[in-house]
């Protein structure tokens, strides 16, 4: 399902979007990359929220079981949080963008 994040670090907070499109992109119109997200150990009560957010990195957070937020880091680098609030579904009339090969 299409979802809306606030997206926490230390130097601040931006809304970002989880697409259920067929290639399952990542968005975010403040720091706009080619990216893609994916659940692993989807079928355990916290799975892991797994970002490939282009040019700004790897990132893994673990889904509380409520799904209203999750938690974790650059990928590899704890001292480096991240944090998400789960701010709802997207609607149907979701922004294009330009098309790109994969």
Not at 29 to 45: C, G, I, M, N, V
Request: hydrophobic share 35%; proline share 3%.
């Amino acid at each position: 399902m299409d979802s809306r994040w606030q997206f926490e670090h230390a130097g601040g907070s931006f809304e970002v979007e989880l697409r259920a499109d067929a290639f399952n992109h990542f968005v975010c119109e403040k720091f706009p990359a080619h990216s893609h997200w994916r659940l692993d150990d989807a079928e355990t009560d916290t799975p892991t929220l797994y970002i490939n957010w282009g040019r700004f990195g790897e990132y893994e957070l673990e889904i509380a079981a409520d799904g209203s937020s999750a938690s974790g880091c650059v990928k590899g680098k704890p001292e480096h949080w991240r944090k998400m609030k789960n701010l709802g579904v997207l609607g149907s009339n979701l922004k294009l963008y330009a098309e790109h090969d994969h």
